[in-house]
């Protein structure tokens, strides 16, 4: 089943960070509009609270316990497990923040994957079929989708 995946980033202490909360609504968004269901990905030591929070914004969740996660650089841990989960999604799409840790993650799931990414769309939309993104370039005198 095609889905549009929002990988979920912690906070220090173990929460959902706002910036998933905001992806997470996005997809939703993307599915209401004629896009694939959403669904999301929680990596953690302890991935509880994180899914659970998720889990209210989203109608699937996939929460992966992995003690790596709180010792190592999460990005790293996290694209190995997501990549796991999302690699039979062949045509789904792929959420993931602008933070330090959402950019290391794309970066990481691209090359897992064998996808492309496009970084720092200011908005998307589901349009003719697919999502359509808008960017701005030349220090913000130009948008372009």
């Known amino acids: 089943m095609i889905r549009t995946w929002v990988i979920g980033e912690l906070t220090a202490d173990g929460g959902l960070a706002r910036i998933s909360t905001e992806l997470a609504t996005l997809a939703r968004n993307l599915h209401e509009q004629g896009g694939p269901e959403p669904a999301g990905i929680v990596v953690a030591a302890d ?3 994180a899914a ?3 889990a209210a914004y989203l109608p699937h969740v996939v ?4 003690p790596a996660a ?6 790293a841990v ?16 792929v959420l993931v923040s602008t933070a330090p840790d ?3 993650l794309a970066g990481a799931l691209m090359a897992l994957l064998g996808r492309g990414g496009l970084a720092n769309a200011t908005a998307v939309a589901w349009a003719d079929g697919g999502p359509r993104a808008e960017a701005s370039v030349f220090g913000g005198r130009l948008l372009t989708s």
């Open 47 to 49: 991935p509880a609270r």
């Open 52 to 54: 659970g929070e998720l």
């Open 63 to 66: 929460a992966i316990a992995d």
């Open 70 to 75: 709180g010792d190592h650089a999460w990005s």
């Open 78 to 93: 996290a694209a190995n497990r997501a990549a796991a989960v999302i690699g039979a999604d062949g045509d789904g799409y």
């Open 102 to 104: 959402g950019r290391d």
